[in-house]
């Protein structure tokens, strides 16, 4: 027997368990860098079996190296490769684009790479869009098959599609424990034919049997254990594990497979997954031949409806997918994020207004700015007003033409960014005014705005207006923020 496979985009057909190499990053943080002979030598095992499909990043350690090393060897013949590009949140020039896919594919000793996944940091930055689309020309120049996403939520996602970005796949945590990407994410991509990649499927091991009726260990080893750790205790601790793990065992039992095929093959049947990632550490552990049981069984009703009710026993993970990357509670191996987010510089810096003790204001670079005399956000002492903003994108292009939702994601990112420019944050929003070009749109609008004020709850007004400026423009929003005096000292440092 061997895996199962999958067309993921056209002219890619791929293993529905995809080895996941995050974990050589792992076994090498002491400093010493696995052997790639060796390493390559261990991957043909798994391509052997049918599990000839391989995700890395250019942060996984040697990854890229050792799959490269396969690739070039007699072995490597219809092995497929999965790598990342994970820049830092700022302006993407097409240099550097082209520098991040000639690093790729001088380390994995192609001409051109099967799936090129963008990981970014914050969307108030709309660098993502300028790398997307950098992409997208380097894979009309032949150097790149498919583009991919990891991470990104849906409505940012929906911004992409917007954009005639042609995306594959989007790579997103989806297990038993965190089922976010079932929702909203699942409903976008089946109507837009994205496949999903789900990784944490195994929740670093811990859906497994060892860890039924086990006590909670103190403390854990390797960074996968160390992320799936905060994702228990997110959804409820190690009681909620448990009542998931007992449901699981239980059908395992009825098949005569384990508890990690119940959990994979859960996963598996979603309808928007196209494969499951599951991780490896190369010559330590190797679970290919219980992996293979997953094509020989297939979950019922009955299965599922025991698995619901385990599942009544947690809580949601907060947000959509990729949320833990960027807001609290962060469920990463290292942590709390906040420290590296706040690092990264604001999109526009803030400015003194000339013949002022206390007025800052933030330009976004538009040509209408100076034009038309007005600043995109003005903060007096503790209040920020955000001038009406559309989903203008640099200088003058439109973002999202004809998708009303995605113009407002495009627009609260951009009001987001003014606002943390002068020292505050979205929750220090107290007013927002919602112009629609066609009342119609409402709904949709009001999803997203949504999302982003939810919990804020600031006070609001939504208006049909006879014609926004500009052709194609739906949406334009305005803003009102009192900072928090919490806050105060941290816009007290010097200006950016």
């Known amino acids: 027997m061997k895996a199962d496979r999958t067309l993921l985009a056209p002219g890619l057909e791929i293993a529905r368990i995809v080895t996941g190499l995050w974990q050589v990053a792992d076994m090498e943080r002491g400093g010493t860098l696995l052997d790639p002979v060796r390493g390559a030598a261990h991957l043909a095992d798994y391509a052997a079996q049918g599990f000839d499909t391989f995700d890395m990043a250019d942060h996984y350690g040697s990854a890229e190296v050792i799959t490269g090393t396969l690739l070039a060897s007699t072995q490597g013949g219809g092995v497929k490769a999965f790598t990342k590009w994970c820049p830092p949140a700022g302006p993407v020039s097409a240099a550097a684009v082209r520098e991040g896919v000639q690093r790729a594919l001088d380390r994995l000793r192609v001409s051109c790479i099967d799936l090129m996944q963008l990981h970014w940091w914050t969307f108030e930055h709309p660098g993502y869009l300028d790398a997307m689309q950098a992409l997208a020309r380097l894979q009309q120049d032949g150097l790149i098959k498919h583009l991919g996403l990891t991470n990104f939520d849906t409505a940012h996602l929906q911004v992409l599609l917007s954009e005639g970005i042609p995306v594959a796949s989007n ?118 031949t219980d992996n293979l049981r997953l094509f020989g069984f297939a979950l019922d009703a009955e299965d599922h409806a025991r698995l619901d009710v385990a599942f009544q026993s947690t809580q949601r993970i907060p947000g959509d997918c990729g949320d833990e990357y960027r807001r609290p509670p962060f469920l990463t191996a290292s942590g709390d994020l906040s420290h590296h987010l706040a690092s990264i510089p604001p999109v526009w810096p803030r400015q003194p207004v000339p013949g002022t003790t206390d007025r800052w204001r933030v ?28 989903a203008t994108h640099g200088t003058g292009k439109l973002v999202g033409a004809g998708d009303a939702a995605a113009q407002t994601t495009y627009i609260l990112d951009k009001i987001a960014a003014s606002i943390t420019a002068l020292g505050g944050t979205l929750a220090d929003v107290v007013r927002t005014r919602v112009y629609l070009q066609d009342v119609n749109h409402w709904q949709a609008v009001s999803a997203v705005h949504g999302r982003y004020f939810g919990e804020i709850r600031p006070a609001n007004t939504l208006l049909q207006v006879a014609a926004l400026v500009g052709a194609g423009y739906l949406v334009e929003v305005e803003a009102e923020a009192v900072v928090d005096p919490a806050r105060a000292k941290l816009f007290d440092a010097p200006a950016d």
């Open 363 to 390: 330009d976004s670079g538009s040509v209408w700015e100076p034009l038309a005399g007005y600043a995109r956000a003005v903060r007096v002492g503790d209040r920020i007003l955000v001038s009406g903003t559309t």
């Open 171 to 288: 790579q997103v945590c989806l297990s038993l424990l965190d089922r976010r990407a079932t929702e909203e994410m699942s409903q976008l991509c089946l109507a837009r034919g994205v496949k999903l990649l789900a990784y944490g499927t195994l929740g670093g091991g811990f859906l497994s049997e060892r860890w039924l009726g086990a006590p909670e260990p103190a403390e854990v080893a390797d960074w996968s254990k160390m992320k799936y750790r905060r994702f228990i205790d997110a959804v409820g601790g190690w009681g909620a594990l448990q009542q998931v793990l007992s449901a699981a065992q239980h059908i395992g039992h009825k098949h005569g497979v384990s508890v990690a095929n119940v959990a994979t093959r859960w996963v598996l049947e979603q309808p928007a997954v196209a494969a499951a990632i599951v991780g490896a550490r190369l010559g330590e552990s190797q679970h290919r």
